[in-house]
């Protein structure tokens, strides 16, 4: 059975600094790549930082300058140190594993095959 964790989401302030972990287990973790997508109220899930197996990275526009994915595969786990953040930023935050190399489409939540229940962040003014 696999299963995705997320931890680490909390309330913070704009400006303040929060990082993101992700635990999975039933799959073998380093052929994944991972990404870390959010839904805010009324808005569509969108991607936020994806890694792949090789460590490639890729980030939205949104976050990038921002935002850090990485991962450490002898621990199973991907983080995602987020920075300078914004009221924008505040939504519930998912952590996705794919089977497959995701790359260019890595923002396209249907290429993920296993999704946490999310973790909450919430950024005041």
């Known amino acids: 059975q696999v299963q995705v964790l997320e931890s680490g989401g909390g309330l913070v302030q704009a400006g303040g600094s929060l990082k993101l972990s992700c635990t999975v287990s039933g799959v073998t973790f380093r052929r994944h790549a991972m990404a870390w997508f959010r839904q805010a109220p009324g808005k569509e899930r969108e991607g936020v930082a994806s890694i792949m197996r090789g460590g490639i990275t890729y980030y939205s526009d949104s976050v990038k300058d921002r935002f850090t994915i990485s991962r450490v595969n002898s621990d199973n786990a991907v983080y995602l140190q987020m920075s300078s953040l914004k009221p924008d930023d505040t939504a519930m935050y998912y952590c996705?594993?794919?089977?497959?190399?995701?790359?260019?489409?890595?923002?396209?939540?249907?290429?993920?095959?296993?999704w946490g229940q999310g973790t909450q962040v919430t950024v005041s003014s």
């Open positions: 996705a594993a794919s089977a497959d190399e995701t790359g260019y489409t890595w923002d396209v939540a249907a290429r993920y095959n296993y």
